[in-house]
């Protein structure tokens, strides 16, 4: 029998804490943000999840959620709400609720804000221990500002110019009531 995980309140939020499993609002898990890229929610924890890596995302107009990247993980992306720019492969799509795109391992992409509001976005990706990660340069993603200047296959080289901030609560009208 698999035990109920324990849950931890912090000033930021309700975070796990040990194995098992568990049921949160993503509106009660800390969020975290980089100054420049996009919000998301820490809903799975630090890493917690060890097949499956999941968040919730949201960007606002002309925000990109992070740098255009291709990683070993299979990734999917399902828009739930607003409208927003994703740069496959180095074409540009453009995106509103309820599209779903999929990224096989090493597919090139990056999500960018559009519309007039917020675009919430679910975001699950496989977990390899490999971890392979490249940032190339790229000139659609360097017209949303989401694209390195020099390639890289080193995140923390990528995101120099983003620091990532502490977690911090929910921010209201992030998500939408649907």
């Not at 820490?42 to 606002?60: A, C, M, P, T, W």
């Not at 990247?69 to 609720?97: R, T």
Request: include cysteine.
């Amino acid at each position: 029998m698999v035990p109920e995980r324990t849950m931890t309140t912090t000033d930021a939020g309700i975070v796990p804490a040990g194995p098992g499993w568990h049921v949160v609002n993503a509106r009660e898990v800390p969020w975290r943000e980089r100054e420049g890229l996009g919000r998301w929610s820490d809903i799975e924890g630090d890493g917690q999840f060890e097949q499956l890596g999941f968040q919730i995302s949201v960007l606002y107009p002309g925000v990109p959620a992070c740098m255009y990247h291709g990683e070993s993980d299979q990734e999917d992306f399902l828009v739930v709400s607003g409208e927003c720019v994703a740069i496959v492969e180095g074409e540009e799509l453009h995106l509103k609720q309820w599209d779903f795109v999929h990224c096989p391992p090493m597919t090139e992409h990056v999500f960018v804000g559009a519309g007039d509001g917020p675009c919430v976005i679910v975001m699950v990706g496989t977990r390899i221990e490999d971890g392979t990660i490249i940032y190339p340069v790229n000139e659609v993603a360097a017209k949303h500002g989401a694209s390195v200047e020099t390639e890289t296959p080193n995140p923390p080289e990528a995101y120099a110019d983003y620091p990532r901030q502490e977690p911090s609560a929910y921010r209201d009208g992030d998500l939408p009531d649907l």
